[in-house]
């Protein structure tokens, strides 16, 4: 929470926009809380999201279709904002 993250990287073949959709977990499903529109400039884009809860999200960009070229997607990457996945000491109750 309140962590700014940093999201940038190229596109090929180059679009004027690409699209940030941030997805966040509830009861086990991921479900779409963000899409935003991206502005690229020669194949780079750079953009930022802040997690507004606790919890764990994924996020991917987007390029839409056009007449020549098929919609493509980046790998989904997820982020824990402020959420541990296990290990470390387990707090006294």
Request: glycine share 10%.
């Amino acid at each position: 929470v309140g962590a700014r993250v940093r999201v940038s990287g190229r596109v090929h073949p180059r679009k004027r926009y690409v699209y940030l959709v941030v997805q966040q977990e509830r009861s086990g499903r991921f479900r779409k809380v963000a899409v935003r529109k991206v502005r690229a400039k020669r194949g780079r884009f750079a953009t930022s999201f802040t997690p507004a809860f606790k919890d764990v999200y994924r996020y991917y960009v987007v390029a839409k279709s056009d007449d020549d070229n098929d919609r493509g997607r980046s790998e989904p990457i997820e982020y824990g904002s402020g959420v541990t996945t296990g290990g470390g000491v387990p707090a006294r109750r």
